[in-house]
């Protein structure tokens, strides 16, 4: 009995990525000889009855189920994967792990559907229990990175340290049907999957959750573990785009520019996007910023978060408004759009902030409307060097596991913002949304006239 069933919960958001979180564990426990099945629920909204069934097919020789789950409905829809495990076998022990069993241990231990929980990067831990697990060693307390429950007392073990991607075997892409994650993208191309090559982020932006789990480290793929990866997607799938979902792509130049190298050097032709930090690309020559181009970089997503300095120090931002408006013209030069992130919302002047947030997009906007901005409103999160702040000023944070089951980063509301604030947010997206599109078809019309040769 050496089968696992991983469950990646549905997040029940527009986007549809590999589940790269179940799929690095059933990598290295595949690599290890355990029968691995991988569950991705989101394939399964039209038919949920089918998750019922697999899990009928495989429980009597299952020897442990393990669930990711972020925050909010991942929580919701991993609970409910839960209890149909219990229902089916009650025995079969439940591990959890992720960004919400990580960050909220003593909440989510004392559920009765959670028996363990892998703490922080989950392979070399995952392959432990399952070997304690398949040799009915009960003795755990020597597993790092484990939490767990023994005669009622809550057991955490030793935090176990991170390691590097390249110590970690390149992902089993058999394990998974690709072709289901085949999305059209429009800034990329219509053949597009994403690609995680990184994990958590050196710096420390005072609202972001990412330091919460990695604690500033950042764990990577090598440029080239990154190139045989897209190489082998792109000759076995049929894909032309890749999307990277790296928290922060850019923190190794040397690793990008290498992947970029290799890239232009063996003729792969595809294209791509990612995340960009605005100090890696203020540090780019015309010459760097061109390999980026020349390997296919279509459009970078850069957090500009906001026009305010005073909140740009306040959230531990090292760059200044005039770097945005800077590397938003160099970008244009070089054919790569961009696309900005900003908040707004925050606990200290939020009106203040929103006026030169604005007046920085406009300034862009004033020379170029080939860049995308979305608007998001702060959301306090736990673990966060902000939320500490968040709290003093009234904030009132989730206590339950079902309280954080409902929590919905674009839904939380502040007592620092009024509706007037939310209802001028939204008028000015709007704004934004529908000027961005008259440019595109605007250019599109355009093309299509000299296509036709009119
Ligand atoms: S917001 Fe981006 S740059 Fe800042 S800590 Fe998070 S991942 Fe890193």
């Known amino acids: 009995m050496n089968k696992v069933l991983l469950?990646?919960?549905?997040?029940?958001?527009?986007?549809?990525?590999?589940?790269?979180?179940?799929?690095?564990?059933?990598?290295?426990?595949?690599?290890?000889?355990?029968?691995?099945?991988?569950?991705?629920?989101?394939?399964?909204?039209?038919?949920?009855?089918e998750i019922e069934k697999i899990v009928e097919q495989n429980i009597e020789d299952t020897l442990f189920v393990g669930i990711s789950s972020f925050i909010g409905n991942q929580i919701r829809n991993g609970l409910k994967f839960a209890k149909i495990i219990r229902t089916y076998n009650c025995k079969v022990p439940i591990v959890w792990g992720g960004w919400h069993p990580s960050i909220l241990?003593?909440?989510?231990?004392?559920?009765?559907?959670?028996?363990?929980?892998?703490?922080?990067?989950?392979?070399?831990?995952?392959?432990?229990?399952?070997?304690?697990?398949?040799?009915?060693?009960?003795?755990?307390?020597?597993?790092?990175?484990?939490?767990?429950?023994?005669n009622g007392l809550i057991k955490v073990n030793k935090e176990r340290k991170f390691v590097q991607r390249s110590?970690?075997?390149?992902?089993?892409?058999?394990l998974i049907d690709v072709k289901k994650y085949i999305v059209e993208d429009k800034a990329i191309s219509d053949k597009t999957v994403s690609y995680i090559s990184s994990q958590g982020c050196p710096l420390n932006c005072g609202f972001c959750s990412e330091n919460a789990m990695y604690k500033r480290g950042w764990y990577a793929n090598t440029a080239y573990q990154m190139y045989d990866d897209i190489?082998?997607?792109?000759?076995?799938?049929?894909?032309?785009?890749?999307?990277?979902?790296?928290?922060?792509?850019?923190?190794?130049?040397?690793?990008?520019?290498?992947?970029?190298?290799?890239?232009?050097?063996?003729?792969?032709?595809?294209?791509?996007?990612?995340?960009?930090?605005i100090l890696f690309l203020r540090g780019l020559t015309n010459e760097e910023w061109e390999?980026?181009?020349?390997?296919?970089?279509?459009r970078l997503l850069i957090g500009a978060e906001?026009?305010?300095?005073?909140?740009?120090?306040?959230?531990?931002?090292?760059?200044?408004?005039?770097?945005?408006?800077?590397?938003s013209e160099k970008s244009i030069e070089f054919g790569i759009s961009l696309y900005f992130t900003m908040i707004v919302g925050w606990p200290e002047n939020p009106i203040d902030d929103f006026q030169k947030?604005?007046?920085?997009?406009?300034?862009?906007?004033?020379?170029?409307?080939?860049?995308?901005?979305?608007?998001?409103i702060y959301a306090p999160f736990i673990g966060t060097p902000l939320y500490q702040y968040a709290c003093?000023?009234?904030y009132i944070p989730p206590k339950t596991l079902e309280d954080w089951a409902n929590y919905d980063y674009y839904k939380i509301t502040t007592p620092w913002i009024s509706k007037e604030f939310l209802e001028k947010v939204e008028d000015y997206r709007m704004h934004l949304n529908i000027s961005y599109n008259m440019n595109k078809n605007r250019k599109k019309y355009k093309k299509d006239i000299v296509d036709r040769g009119e």
């Open 357 to 376: 947030t604005k007046e920085l997009i406009e300034s862009i906007r004033e020379k170029t409307l080939e860049h995308e901005f979305i608007i998001h």
């Open 291 to 298: 390999l980026l181009r020349k390997s296919g970089c279509t």
């Open 167 to 174: 110590e970690l075997p390149n992902y089993n892409w058999e």
């Open 306 to 327: 906001s026009g305010s300095e005073k909140i740009l120090n306040l959230i531990g931002k090292k760059f200044k408004p005039k770097d945005v408006i800077d590397i």
């Open 231 to 277: 190489n082998f997607l792109l000759k076995n799938y049929d894909i032309d785009g890749i999307s990277f979902y790296d928290s922060n792509f850019t923190v190794d130049k040397k690793r990008i520019l290498t992947f970029c190298e290799l890239v232009i050097r063996s003729d792969l032709k595809f294209k791509w996007a990612a995340a960009a930090d």
């Open 392 to 394: 003093e000023n009234g």
């Open 7 to 49: 469950f990646y919960p549905n997040a029940e958001d527009k986007a549809h990525w590999l589940p790269y979180a179940i799929l690095t564990l059933g990598t290295i426990l595949a690599d290890n000889e355990f029968e691995v099945v991988l569950i991705d629920e989101v394939l399964y909204a039209e038919n949920p009855r």
């Open 105 to 150: 241990k003593e909440v989510t231990i004392k559920s009765e559907y959670v028996d363990f929980i892998i703490q922080g990067q989950g392979e070399l831990i995952i392959l432990e229990l399952a070997n304690k697990l398949v040799s009915k060693d009960n003795r755990f307390s020597d597993i790092d990175g484990l939490i767990y429950m023994d």
